[in-house]
């Protein structure tokens, strides 16, 4: 297990809370601090002295108060420590719940794991620890089917919306891939255009052409 | 005996040319003083034309600049040019011009010379047409305007002339009296020879004894000083004085030597006059029938040119009038289009600038709703979520309460923070750089599981075109929609199809859920994304009925 472990978090309670829910996976030495500039510093000294923390835990937003501080957030820490220290492991905890923030935390900012600041996801903050001390990348649960949402959601491209006039204009299947063919328009064998309207009508719940075509326009498509 | 005019008027332009030249002697203009020239001394120039072309550009000039003294003067280098080529008519204009030009203008020096110079002008073109009173008229204002002997002397002399022309030769020695006087006060030699010549000439028409006394006299002053045009006007004075007394012979003898000094003059007109002299001594009856005719022809040509030269002055001032008139009418059509299309463009200006106000305060207004949203969203997430998350923890790990307590009191406070979360979600700030895949991430936000999402191409609406404020409502408003389906639909399907078409852009919102009654609670959401839209002046429509989904349109 990690041996040297940094958390930042400006709440005392939720600090100490952390620190608690690791208590059972023996690591022997847990740091809290309240402000990124401390976290940094603290992961600088550390690392000249031969002892370099393994993973941080941190907030995103920190309060602002009387202190002068040059990092204020838990982007800008994590962005400093990458370039201190890349090894580092970061896990971060927070309440922020929006999709796309997410998303380029660990795409941009390259994090470890993220988890929710709610009661469900407050006690997997061990697993997440586990599972990066594995190496791998840790999503929630409640947070991989978001993550995972833009590669369901379908967009439709050009050739769809074409594929959808030339039906409403009433050409046949032959008929629109030879449309295709004369405009060396991409997938334009019978087969292909046969496959893409199967697409279609799946993804508006149609049985047939006609049935998709209207379902088309109902939906503001064509 | 029409021929003493030569000599008067030679003088009394060179007089007015020398008055001409102090007025523009600070003018450093070149061809204003070739031009000049050109005017005031006639014979020795043929390009007439091009100093009154020179000269009307001036005018034009001047006046524009406001310059009126200037174009006063160049008026009256005008006049004197159209007389001396017989537009007597045309001058007499100018020269009125000049005159109202002058009304308007402060009197001091400059000016009453230049009046004063008018004037006389005006007398000399009236005497040359033969309108004596109106000739005598003149000179007498212009008198009233001398300034000193200098300037009254040619004017005296141009009076006395009339006074000659008109058999008034009691009135011309006056004024030739009154000349001389002013002569001697000068101690000009040449001055008083001139003065003693012309009264003696007047004397000798009145029988007076002291005539030839004076024409004697004057010539010897002359001929020592060896004023050469002076000596000729004395010996043709004298000659008529002979011819007058009968002695023919000596009449003869002055007009010889008169001749003669034409002849050391080489002057066109000298010797043209010193011919006609001699010719007018000739005792050859043919040659004096001759003379008797051309007398009478030009007189009655003289006559006709007069009248004729009235016929066309009328009729140019009768284009002039109708010109001006025809100018006026256009003018005053000019300036009804340039009126009522400063009103027009006033009008639409103005609309402009209160309808781009209005939605300059429109957005303003907007971007605020938008900020302070982001800013309590903030504090909420800040500090509310946090706390309540803290306190969690607290609960969890520390609190020793009945574990049945302890879950009910924990799903309270999860309760509390998921709420206090989803404002700060709900109202965040959007970064809408990259609106699509801002979208993205919205939609990503509130899939619901196991719910099929199709849109159509995004790139369908250029978002480059559609301002920040906008593309932060549109999200809001989708958010909302989003939301309505995730929480109430039961749906399946969701869809969203973005349709661009030059500036009017429709985003249409559908799913395959239960609907709703518009008469329900969810009308709230639906009355917030109407609200939103009508605030970037957009709009919002929707149809949904129990059991047969839900559709909205967002026009923008």
């Known amino acids: 297990m990690f041996q040297k472990v940094l958390i930042a978090e400006d709440h005392g309670l939720t600090g100490s809370g952390l620190k608690e ?29 031969g002892t370099p ?23 800008e820490l994590i962005a400093e420590v990458k370039k201190v220290q890349p090894t580092m492991k970061i896990v971060v905890y927070s309440v922020e719940n929006r999709v796309g923030k997410i998303k380029t935390l660990y795409d941009d900012l390259g994090i470890d794991a993220f988890v929710g600041k709610d009661r469900r996801d407050i006690n997997e903050i061990g697993k997440a620890i586990k599972q990066v001390f594995e190496g791998k990348t840790y999503f929630s649960e409640s947070w991989q089917h978001a993550l995972r949402s833009s590669e369901n959601q379908l967009e439709l491209d050009d050739y769809d919306i074409l594929l959808l006039k030339l039906l409403t204009k009433g050409l046949k299947q032959e008929e629109i891939a030879q449309y295709f063919q004369e405009r060396n328009y991409p997938a334009s064998s019978l087969r292909s255009i046969q496959d893409r309207l199967g697409k279609l009508k799946a993804i508006f719940g149609a049985k ?7 379902q088309a326009m109902e939906r503001g498509f064509i | 005996m029409n021929k003493p005019s ?157 006074y000659i022309d008109q058999n008034k030769y009691g009135l011309a020695l006056k004024t030739s009296l009154l000349v001389l006087e002013k002569r001697l006060q000068q101690n000009d030699s040449i001055g008083i020879a001139r003065a003693m010549d012309n009264l003696g000439f007047v004397q000798s028409k ?27 006007s004395s010996h043709h004075h004298l000659s008529e004085y002979f011819f007058d007394q009968g002695n023919r012979q000596k009449a003869i003898e002055h007009a010889e030597l008169a001749y003669d000094l034409a002849k050391q003059l ?46 066309k002055y009328n009729v140019e001032k009768e284009r002039q009038k109708a010109q001006a008139a025809e100018l006026q009418n256009e003018r005053e059509k000019t300036y009804k289009i340039i009126f009522i299309s400063a009103f027009i463009i006033a009008i639409v200006v103005g609309t402009f600038v209160v309808y781009r106000k209005n939605q300059q305060r429109k957005r303003e207004l907007v971007q605020t709703a938008q900020k302070t949203e982001a800013r309590i969203s903030k504090r909420v997430h800040d500090d509310l979520a946090n706390d ?40 965040a700030g959007v970064n809408v750089s990259d609106f699509p895949s801002a979208l993205k991430n919205l939609i990503a936000q509130y899939h619901p599981k196991g719910v099929n999402i199709v849109t159509s191409p995004y790139s369908n609406i250029s978002w480059d075109k559609v301002p920040e404020h906008k593309k932060i409502q549109l999200y809001k408003c989708l958010q909302e929609l989003l939301v309505n389906t995730k929480k109430h639909s039961k749906a399946t399907m969701i869809s969203i199809a973005f349709n661009g078409k030059g500036r009017k852009n429709t985003i249409v919102y559908s799913d395959n859920g239960i609907g709703f009654d518009t008469d329900k609670i969810l009308m709230g959401g639906m009355k917030n994304v109407e609200t939103r839209m009508t605030e970037i002046g957009g709009s919002f429509s929707f149809e949904s009925n129990k059991g047969k989904g839900f559709k909205g349109s967002l026009l923008f």
């Open chain 1, 21 to 49: 829910s690791l208590t059972g996976l023996s690591i022997s030495e847990i740091l809290v601090v309240h402000y990124c500039d401390d976290a940094l510093l603290k992961i600088k000294a550390a690392l000249q002295q």
């Open chain 2, 388 to 427: 309540v998350s803290g306190v969690m923890t607290f609960v969890e790990n520390r609190l020793n309460i009945p574990v049945k307590m302890k879950e009910r009191l924990l799903y309270f406070l999860n309760d509390i923070y998921v709420r206090s979360r989803d404002i700060s979600v709900a109202n």
């Open chain 1, 53 to 75: 923390f393994e993973v941080l835990i941190t907030d995103l937003s920190f309060k602002v108060d009387y202190k002068n501080r040059s990092l204020s957030s838990g982007e």
């Open chain 2, 6 to 162: 030569f000599f008067f008027l030679f003088f009394i332009y060179g007089l007015i040319g020398s008055m001409l030249c102090i007025a523009y002697s600070q003018d450093s203009n070149d061809s204003l003083r070739y031009y000049h020239n050109v005017i005031v001394k006639p014979e020795t120039s043929t390009e007439l034309n091009s100093a009154f072309l020179f000269f009307e550009r001036e005018i034009q000039k001047q006046l524009s600049k406001g310059d009126t003294i200037s174009a006063v003067q160049n008026l009256r280098r005008v006049a004197i040019g159209q007389y001396e080529l017989g537009f007597l008519y045309e001058s007499e204009a100018t020269a009125v011009k000049a005159l109202k030009l002058l009304e308007g203008q402060k009197s001091n020096v400059v000016t009453q010379e230049a009046r004063s110079g008018v004037l006389n002008h005006l007398g000399i073109v009236y005497k040359q047409i033969k309108s004596y009173d109106k000739a005598i008229y003149y000179y007498g204002q212009a008198l009233d305007l001398a300034l000193d002997s200098s300037d009254s002397i040619p004017t005296l002399n141009n009076m006395s002339y009339v």
């Open chain 1, 208 to 214: 047939t052409p006609v049935h998709l075509v209207a």
């Open chain 2, 266 to 311: 080489n002057s066109a007109s000298y010797l043209e006059n010193a011919l006609s002299l001699l010719l007018d001594l000739s005792d050859d009856p043919k040659v004096i029938a001759y003379r008797k005719l051309t007398d009478s022809i030009s007189s009655a040509k003289q006559i006709q040119e007069n009248k004729y030269a009235m016929v």
């Open chain 2, 206 to 232: 009145l029988n007076m004894v002291d005539a030839l006394d004076n024409m004697e006299s004057a010539l010897k002053i002359r001929q020592r000083m060896h004023d050469i045009p002076g000596m000729y």
